[in-house]
């Protein structure tokens, strides 16, 4: 029974970690422009929501962090050569 909890539980942060992924490394040219620096709001916004799922998951918060801050980094070197 835990583990399908907590397998549950893991649901929300693999579904936005996902989405997120596809978001970030969309082509440029499919995002809608906004006012300046939407996108830094934007990013922020995306890994707001990976920690907090990653936190409803029962993930550590220093595993949180460090997963975040990796995922953050093989992301923009996969935007930069995608």
């Known amino acids: 029974m835990p583990s ?3 397998r549950h539980r893991a ?5 936005a ?3 997120i992924t ?3 490394l969309s082509p440029g040219g499919t995002v809608p422009s ?3 620096h939407a996108d830094k709001v934007t990013h922020a916004l995306m890994f707001v929501a990976l920690a907090l799922c990653s936190r ?7 595993v949180t ?3 975040l801050g990796l995922y953050g980094v093989l992301t923009e070197i996969l935007q930069a050569t995608v």
Request: positive net charge.
């Open 4 to 6: 399908t909890l907590l």
């Open 11 to 15: 649901l929300p942060l693999i579904l």
């Open 17 to 19: 970690g996902v989405v």
């Open 22 to 24: 596809a978001m970030l």
């Open 34 to 36: 906004g006012p300046p």
């Open 56 to 62: 409803y998951a029962r993930i550590s918060p220093v």
């Open 65 to 67: 962090v460090v997963w």
